[in-house]
């Protein structure tokens, strides 16, 4: 056989049928012959093959039966369904399950290579448009590889700049560099835990670097107080959330970090700040981190004269559990022991 003319598989239990559509296709076409299915399988497995004719009568499996077989493991190869018996039904069901056209023993010689030609148009149609949708599949694949690649190139870059920020923060009051660090380990501890997906832990890192960013633009005087503050020099303090959005808003990439960042203060019953969020309506990042930073601040605050002892801090998250943070992750803290991490 030669390796340029399309391949034509009949499956026919008729010698006689076989070695008709032989004697009419031969000579542009190469053609295999199968009595049955699984000589037919069997070609289609071991051969490249173009146009299966199909008989829908066979005598050891339903021919329609073998259609949708054949669709299903070969979709780029159409199938003609021939037969001696046709009805507007079997026809609606033989292109129900894929065939691309029928033909009627006996067979017209014109209107055999007519069909079987433009089954081959349909079929390098279909090549046609897979191999398209494989090059744009390609594409798209390497321009996601560009563009996550320049992410993580703006964010390493923009996380250098941030580091050198909070650590100018931390010139200012001595705390905040190893308060973030110890925030952003227990929150993702508590993340782990809880079974939180991959890319969401991600940008929870990143938000638990960076939630106290907007400290930069707090007074150093109200930073570096030892003592309880004023409520003026309060009210200042609990802008630092919506002064880091500020800082990071200007960098897109960054903008899924900002809903935790903003929120990190709120209250499970909608007392805390900046927008009085309740319940669920409170980002889930920002719940970790609230319980998070709250459990170092009350472990490594310097504004405290002594740390609080583990027990304590449990006593403290169960009684604020439902009213200042979510029961759920006070419950995860304390079953798992992660404050023993902290």
């Excluded at 660090?181 to 508590?190: A, P």
Aim: glycine share 4%.
């Amino acid at each position: 056989m030669t390796n340029n003319r399309p391949t034509i598989l009949v499956i026919d239990d008729a010698l006689c049928v076989r070695q008709s559509l032989q004697f009419i296709l031969r000579d542009k076409f190469n053609v295999l012959l199968a009595p049955g299915a699984l000589e037919g399988k069997f070609y289609l497995s071991s051969h490249h093959v173009d146009i299966v004719l199909l008989d829908i009568r066979l005598k050891c499996i339903d021919g329609l039966k073998l259609l949708a077989d054949i669709r299903e493991r070969f979709p780029y190869i159409e199938i003609i369904m021939i037969t001696a018996y046709a009805s507007v039904e079997t026809i609606r069901k033989a292109i129900r399950f894929g065939a691309c056209d029928y033909l009627i023993k006996p067979f017209d010689k014109d209107e055999l290579i007519s069909v079987v030609r433009n089954a081959l148009i349909q079929r390098e149609n279909k090549l046609g448009l897979k191999n398209e949708l494989d090059m744009l599949k390609e594409s798209t694949l390497y321009l996601e590889h560009i563009i996550r690649n320049a992410k993580d190139t703006m964010m390493n870059s923009s996380e250098t700049n941030l580091t050198a920020m909070l650590l100018n923060i931390d010139s200012k009051d001595g705390y905040t560099w190893a308060h973030v660090k110890r925030v952003t380990s227990l929150s993702l501890l508590i993340a782990e835990k809880m079974r939180v997906p991959v890319e969401h832990r991600r940008w929870l890192k990143c938000s638990a670097s960076l939630h106290d960013i907007g400290k930069l633009n707090i007074d150093t005087d109200i930073l570096k107080k030892e003592s309880k503050l004023t409520g003026h020099e309060y009210e200042s303090m609990k802008k630092h959330p919506e002064e880091g959005v500020k800082i990071i808003r200007p960098l897109p990439f960054l903008k899924r970090a900002v809903p935790a960042i903003k929120h990190h203060h709120e209250r499970y019953d909608g007392k805390g700040y900046p927008s009085g969020l309740q319940g669920g309506a409170i980002p889930f990042k920002a719940r970790i981190l609230a319980v998070a930073d709250a459990v170092d601040s009350m472990m490594n605050s310097p504004v405290r004269q002594s740390p609080c002892a583990l027990e304590r801090v449990e006593r403290e998250l169960q009684s604020n559990s439902g009213s200042q943070f979510d029961p759920e992750i006070v419950d995860i803290v304390i079953r798992e022991r992660l404050l023993s991490f902290v």
